[in-house]
């Protein structure tokens, strides 16, 4: 009897040996010999639990996680009440991209044990990693309220945030766990990475470094640093980073494939290729590798294609330069009038990029060291848009030309400042805007409509900026005293249509009730006598006004009521009214069948 508990006795302190010795190894990081050592253990008692558990931790070292998954199972089977042994084995099945297994046995967990922070922490993580980041937030925060400082549910919602896109809380959640952890190189790195994505650089290389400075062998935050020297385009720095994450860890193929994206986009083809087959020695079958070895090999082959792809997008980019280039000349008053943000994309903005796009095609042909590819991309790309864009801003926002405009040559003529705007504003603009010339000839300073000298006239000319007028003249004759000055305002308006060459001529009309603007019309129609006038609709114009020509004014009645607007010393009269200056167009469309319109008498029409 003695013998036989001896022998047991001899066989336990066997087993357990080789456990621990397998556990040495292990924490030696040689799994490979761990897993002969805990095998044997295993096998001389099935019954030890924990055999099972560090024999699983030897395969994950081995990256044989099926196997690793298999021996947490027999694990928890005699173990049930082991929560960690459920947790990890949750935890595996979730890196083998089982989420819905590990969810499963985490819940069934839970249901033991309901409070339990790793069971929570860890549940949440595979929701994360599941993309039901919702969960995942509620469960971390559940560990949070019970224990404020958990190290993994701090971790885990930061990341989460992070995920999100809610990098501001991100980044509060990282600074307060390193505040508790400073020690804790994770955390520095994904507070890197979150500064990274927020662009904040230089503070994430500070934060990847420290990391790095609490474990210097830390692979992942090496590679966190190149892949942050790649954002920065400090390709030097990034190059550094991942060679050592290269060294650290040189049968992690995903090392070798950074490298060499870094090598191509350098520019180092040769570099980039070895990588490549660094690769493809730890994994022949590696699928991104073999394609980026046919992408970089057939390279060669596609630069002619990308020139003749450069040459079709700068012919493009021409076509639709001069597309601009034409629309603004035929259309540029109304947009200049109306949009002047245009006058600084035309004179300054456009010119700009053009010029950066330019250089940037030369720099591109010429393989300049200097010269950025992918810069060279975006700024093309961005012209095309912004040129494309304003063309067809150009072409919408414009009415069509009328092209019965095209040819003449008007000469719009008034008695006072303002008298033109009121009566022809909107027929002027149009015209304008449809390539015909415009001149303008006002009788009068208007001195009687203003305190002070000058003002009226000033207030003319701005308007006549506002109109685009090819000219205008202001005369001198007495304001309320134009009736004796008729054969001098005939001369001055024949001298005129003369300079000018006008076919048209613009004036009040023979029934107005203002002896001024009666005085301009009996100086206009003789004046005018071989070339086509007619008379336009003023404030003083009576009701016995017939007219039987309209012009529709319907795009420009903003515009009308915004070159009024513009004498200002006049605004207290109730016919500068912008309201009563829209109701007299509506009225007038009515009439013409438009939604606005101005009203003109023919006097004398000339085909």
Request: charged share 25%; aromatic share 8%.
């Amino acid at each position: 009897m003695l013998s036989i508990l001896l022998a047991g006795f001899l066989l336990q302190a066997t087993y357990i040996d080789l456990f621990n010795e397998g556990h040495r190894l292990l924490d030696q990081g040689n799994p490979r010999e761990a897993e002969a050592v805990l095998k044997e253990s295993a096998s001389m008692n099935p019954g030890y639990a924990p055999a099972y558990k560090e024999l699983a931790e030897a395969y994950v070292g081995l990256k044989r996680l099926p196997e690793a998954i298999e021996q947490y199972q027999k694990a928890v089977q005699l173990s049930p009440k082991d929560m960690r042994a459920r947790a990890r084995l949750a935890e595996l099945f979730s890196w083998s991209g089982n989420h819905d297994k590990a969810i499963v046995i985490y819940r069934d967990a839970l249901e033991a044990d309901p409070e339990n922070p790793v069971l929570l922490n860890g549940l949440a993580t595979v929701l994360r990693w599941s993309h039901r980041y919702d969960e995942a937030e509620r469960l971390y925060r559940e560990v949070l309220t019970t224990e404020p400082e958990n190290h993994e549910a701090l971790k885990g919602l930061g990341k989460t945030f992070s995920m999100t896109g809610d990098f501001t809380s991100a980044v509060s959640v990282f600074q307060k766990a390193i505040s508790i952890y400073p020690e804790d190189s994770e955390l520095r790195k994904e507070l890197g990475t979150v500064l990274a994505w927020q662009k904040d650089f230089k503070s994430a290389v500070v934060e990847v470094k420290k990391s790095i400075e609490l474990a210097p062998n830390y692979t992942e935050a090496h590679r966190t640093l190149g892949d942050i020297y790649l954002w920065m385009r400090s390709y030097n720095e990034s190059l550094s980073a991942y060679k050592k994450a290269t060294d650290l860890e040189p049968d992690n193929i995903e090392n070798h494939l950074l490298l060499s994206r870094l090598h191509r986009e350098m520019g180092d083809k040769h570099a980039a290729e070895e990588s490549i087959k660094a690769a493809l020695r730890i994994d022949p079958a590696s699928a991104n590798a073999l394609e980026l070895l046919r992408e970089l090999r057939g390279g060669d082959s596609r630069i002619i294609v990308n020139r003749i792809g450069d040459i079709v997008e700068l012919a493009a980019f021409a076509f639709v330069f001069i597309l601009l280039f034409f629309t603004y000349r035929t259309r540029r008053r109304m947009l200049l009038r109306r949009h002047k943000v245009y006058k600084y994309f035309i004179t300054i903005a456009l010119p700009a990029l053009v010029t950066m796009t330019l250089l940037a095609f030369a720099g591109k042909f010429t393989f300049l060291e200097w010269v950025d590819a992918n810069l060279i991309e975006d700024v093309t790309e961005a012209v095309l848009f912004v040129t494309l864009g304003s063309s067809l801003m150009a072409l919408l926002w414009t009415e069509r030309r009328v092209h019965d405009f095209t040819n003449m040559t008007i000469l719009a003529v008034g008695a006072h400042p303002d008298d033109i705007e009121l009566g022809c504003g909107g027929f002027i603009m149009k015209a304008k805007d449809s390539g015909a010339k415009v001149y303008g000839l006002t009788m009068t300073r208007g001195e009687k409509g203003a305190e002070k000298s000058g003002v009226r006239e000033g207030e003319l000319r701005k308007a006549a900026l506002f109109m685009e007028l090819d000219g205008v003249s202001v005369m001198e004759f007495p304001d309320t005293g134009l009736k004796d000055a008729v054969p001098q305002m005939k001369e001055e308006m024949e001298k005129m249509i003369r300079e000018t060459g006008a076919t048209l001529v613009l004036t009040h009309s023979q029934i107005d009730i203002h002896t001024d603007h009666q005085a301009v019309f009996e100086a206009t129609k003789v004046a005018a006598r071989n070339i086509s006038v007619l008379c336009y609709e003023d404030v003083s114009t009576p009701r016995e006004f017939v007219p039987n020509y309209f012009v529709d004014i319907g795009s420009y009645i903003e515009d009308k009521m915004k070159l009024v607007s513009l004498h200002r010393t006049q605004n207290e009269k109730n016919y500068m009214d912008p309201e009563v200056i829209k109701g007299r167009a509506a009225h007038r469309g009515i009439q013409g069948g438009v939604q606005f319109a101005e009203a003109y008498r023919i006097y004398k029409l000339l085909q």
